[in-house]
């Protein structure tokens, strides 16, 4: 079934550094969200992106979507420690009714 | 800000033992559904529902599982007996439409423990 696919698994960065967090998809898409979660806590969307947008920026947060590659990346510049946490791809599928496929996630460390 | 509310926060149960998880969505949201994560692994997708009937189920979502909008606020998760590996956090999520793949809102979840 559709799902995004995040990668690294883990990332530790000092405060005040960029993150890059990229996730991949198998199929077609209509659009590709991006989702925080903070430790036992439910997902908070951060950020939609569609597939005929190729950038999206929403304060400290860049997202890029190639299609051609099935890939996604988000960009959180001059990180801070409260962005500790885990973030989420989420994909729909034009073949699975457009529900919501998550995958493994990204689990950042910002050290102060 | 309108919020998905899910209770309980922890339910423990016995094994084989029926357990009904609630959830009441956003006021004005039309698609609703069920995720659930095991302990630092992956969000799975459970069911979705729309217009008072599922939308799609995934291969979890066996006959122990059953969902219901019993009125127009809450949407519940109920499963029939209890396994060991349902043991995990469950979210209930909504939104507003009016397309599918629209934002999700989820809830603070039901962490689920069997015995």
């Known amino acids: 079934s559709q799902q995004g696919e995040e990668d690294p698994q883990a990332l530790s960065i000092q405060e005040g550094e960029n993150a890059t967090m990229n996730c991949s998809y198998k199929t077609s898409i209509n659009n590709l969200q991006w989702y925080r979660q903070n430790s036992g806590r439910g997902l908070v969307h951060l950020i939609l992106?569609?597939?005929?947008?190729r950038e999206k920026h929403s304060g400290r947060l860049r997202v890029t979507l190639d299609t051609s590659k099935k890939s996604s990346s988000l960009l959180i510049t001059a990180s801070r420690a409260a962005d500790t946490a885990s973030y989420f791809c989420?994909?729909?599928?034009?073949?699975?009714?457009?529900?919501?496929?998550f995958g493994a996630g990204t689990r950042l460390t910002v050290k102060p | 800000e309108p919020e998905v509310t899910q209770t309980p926060s922890h339910q423990v149960t016995q094994m084989g033992q029926e357990v009904i998880l609630r959830c009441v969505p956003i006021s004005n949201h039309l698609y609703f559904y069920w995720y659930r994560q095991i302990l630092g692994q992956k969000v799975e997708f459970l069911v979705s529902f729309y217009n008072n009937e599922i939308s799609e189920k995934s291969e979890i979502f066996d006959d122990q599982f059953s969902v219901e909008r019993p009125d127009g606020s809450n949407f519940t998760l109920k499963i029939r007996s209890t396994k060991l590996e349902d043991s995990a956090m469950y979210f209930c999520?909504?939104?507003?439409?009016?397309?599918?793949?629209?934002?999700?809102?989820f809830g603070s979840g039901t962490q689920l423990s069997v015995l």
């Open positions: 999520a909504s939104s507003g439409g009016p397309t599918w793949g629209e934002k999700l809102f």
């Open positions: 992106i569609r597939s005929n947008e």
């Open positions: 989420a994909t729909d599928a034009l073949d699975n009714n457009n529900d919501m496929r």
